[in-house]
């Protein structure tokens, strides 16, 4: 497969919108590790009530 070829990776252009996407992930990624420090309980309440609201969402409403 000609994507997975390195000399494809090199002749890809690095354009100014792919290094605002990259440098968006790095900022949010750090966001991301700062709240898991500062709120780890927020953190899992928000994630257990994403799982419920999911799962709720799935069944259609019948659990």
Known sequence: MQSFELTFFNRQPITQKLLQTIR????YKGKQELY??????MLETLRQTAVIQ???S??????
């Open 24 to 27: 968006l992930i790095g900022e």
């Open 58 to 63: 799935s069944s259609g409403g019948f659990c």
């Open 54 to 56: 999911s799962t709720e």
């Open 36 to 41: 898991q420090q500062q709120s780890p309980q």
